[in-house]
């Protein structure tokens, strides 16, 4: 199976919701053959992509294992462009202005940790302020409950997003398995 064949499998499967356009971002691990290869393949993707506004990034590259960050870049900007956001993010020692800067001091952060996610990944994953803030303030402990993040504030809403989350991903993996293309599946946006 070609590169772009494995990846777009696993783009499918981990970032349903994102190309959906109901998520922000979503982020998985990828282990590559060659640097060449990833880097081909995430160009062809890209290129397929862009039109209909997602991007790609490699957040961290531990050699033929990758982080790699899928996301939409206009509703990352408006994510981190609130003051709460702002301010959780300076205080998290960001000094930087846009999102793509924002990624830089992530991708950053990440490769200082030996690839450990930062506890602010959150606001780029699309997740509610008050789980991001409630995740830092209890060191990850004492939520309300678990799904594609650590619930802290508004527990109904976060199931019913689960929910959404989750048939989406069912949905796109079936229509994938039945010969609808990556970009068929993308929402424009």
Known sequence: MSEERRLADLIIRHCAPTLA???TANLFGYRYDTADSLARA?????AELAPRGIR???LHDAGQ???IYVYRARRLAEDLSGAEAAALLAACGYRCDGCEAALDCLARRIEADNGQFPHEIGLFLGYPFGDVKGFIENKGRNCKCTGCWKVYCDECEARRQFGRFEKC???YCR???EGRTLSRLTVAA
């Open 21 to 23: 356009n109901l998520k």
């Open 42 to 46: 995430l160009g062809e993707l890209a």
């Open 169 to 171: 991903r069912a949905i």
């Open 175 to 177: 229509l994938y398995r």
């Open 56 to 58: 790609f990034r490699v």
């Open 65 to 67: 294992r990758a982080l």
